[in-house]
């Protein structure tokens, strides 16, 4: 299977911050690579699919790029209702794989 | 309105079996590939597998090889370990490759003696 490693684990930010999570492919997976938002207690929520493209009614504060191997999100300015889990998935493979997560707290 | 709505929270004993529904809604269900996935209390998100519903064809994450079947509408997991207590979520893509766009609320599975 493909693995998907995810930095950081957690993550403490301030409102109107910007940030990055990372995550990286053991091998490569062209531009089959999407990042879900999970909030306590709800589904996963689709944000960004195929590297870049933001799924209807996503703010556009959030941004994904990167190819073959290593991919970014980025949040251009935290907004409250932000925090939360980030997860990178690989649809590349016959075997679909997750990253670990990644928790992003309020500093 | 687009969903997926999923069954109601089970309680098994060990080596016992549990089926998990998925009903879709407000579109076409054999137009999009179903997955499941699943997340064990305060873990990550962990793919089982997938299903095109057009076909019936199925895809199984080697973990759960020999003890899951996924069919159109339902999901069933034998021989159930303590550790197979999660929730569980089917989504559905448009493609085999593509992200999971739509997903079930959930269906917490407990899994002890």
């Known amino acids: 299977d493909i693995q998907m490693t995810q930095s950081p684990s957690s993550l403490s930010a301030s409102v109107g911050d910007r940030v990055t999570i990372t995550c990286r492919a053991n091998?490569?997976?062209?531009?089959?690579l999407n990042w879900y938002q999970q909030k306590p207690g709800k589904a996963p929520k689709l944000l960004i699919y195929s590297v870049s493209n933001l799924q209807s009614g996503v703010p556009s504060r959030f941004s994904g790029s990167g190819s073959g191997t290593d991919f970014t999100l980025t949040i251009s300015s935290l907004q409250p209702e932000d925090f939360a889990t980030y997860y990178c998935h690989q649809s590349y493979s016959s075997f679909h794989t997750f990253g670990q997560g990644t928790k992003l707290e309020i500093k | 309105q687009v969903q997926l709505v999923q069954s109601g929270a089970e309680v098994k004993k060990p080596g016992a079996s549990v089926k998990v529904s998925c009903k879709a809604s407000?579109?076409?269900?054999?137009?999009?590939?179903l997955h499941w996935v699943r997340q064990a209390p305060g873990q990550g998100l962990e793919w089982m597998g997938i299903?095109?519903p057009s076909g019936g064809s199925t895809r199984y994450a080697q973990k759960f090889q020999g003890r899951v079947t996924m069919s159109t509408v339902y999901m069933e997991l034998t021989s159930l370990r303590t550790e197979d207590t999660a929730v569980y979520y089917c989504a559905s893509s448009w493609t085999v490759d593509s992200a999971m766009g739509i997903w079930g609320q959930g269906t917490t599975v407990i899994v002890s003696s």
């Open positions: 299903i095109n």
């Open positions: 407000g579109y076409t269900f054999t137009n999009y590939y």
């Open positions: 091998q490569t997976i062209s531009t089959n």
